[in-house]
């Protein structure tokens, strides 16, 4: 049998610039119980903020001036829900999270993930850093008063 032998050698400059696909990190989020939910180019906290429930809007189709942001996502479409807004009514289209089914985002329009021109991922849904909850996973809820202690 004859002996086979391989070579190999990598090459690489200090002096080369990075090129553009290089330099455009991929951002990677978790639901809070630590599954993988999104890759996306873009971080999370500089998309625009939805004013009726403060999700963050992610492009999913190209418009005449803006193009669509590349992204991943790891989740299970869930039944409609009609939500009744100011004005009128709206048809969510829900995704969550496979394994422990909680709730991370919702579109306009009818599966597959990014049918429809938005996509949107809810306030506190997910973390940058799997297994750690996001800051604003509670913005909104009521605290708890501790001082007060029930005797009986």
């Known amino acids: 049998m004859p002996k086979v ?3 190999s050698a990598v ?3 200090t002096d080369a610039r990075p090129t553009a696909s290089a ?3 991929l951002r990677v989020y978790y ?3 630590g599954e993988f939910i999104l890759v996306i180019e873009k971080s999370l906290s500089v998309l625009p903020k939805r004013q009726t429930d403060g999700a963050t809007i ?3 189709q190209d418009s005449g001036t803006e193009s669509a942001i590349v992204l991943k996502l790891n989740a299970i479409s869930t039944d409609p829900v009609l939500v009744e807004r100011p ?4 048809r969510q289209y829900r995704f969550s999270c496979p394994r422990c089914n909680l709730l991370v985002g919702y579109q306009s329009t009818p599966p597959p993930v990014k049918s429809g021109p938005y996509l949107y991922i809810l306030r506190g849904a997910l973390t940058h850093m799997q297994g750690q909850v996001p800051k604003d996973a509670f913005d909104g809820e009521a605290a708890l008063d501790l001082s007060e202690t029930v005797t009986q």
């Open 23 to 25: 330099a455009a990190a």
């Open 5 to 7: 032998v391989s070579r």
């Open 11 to 13: 090459s690489s400059s």
């Open 31 to 33: 639901c809070i119980c």
């Open 58 to 60: 992610i492009r999913c």
């Open 87 to 90: 004005g009128g009514h709206e």
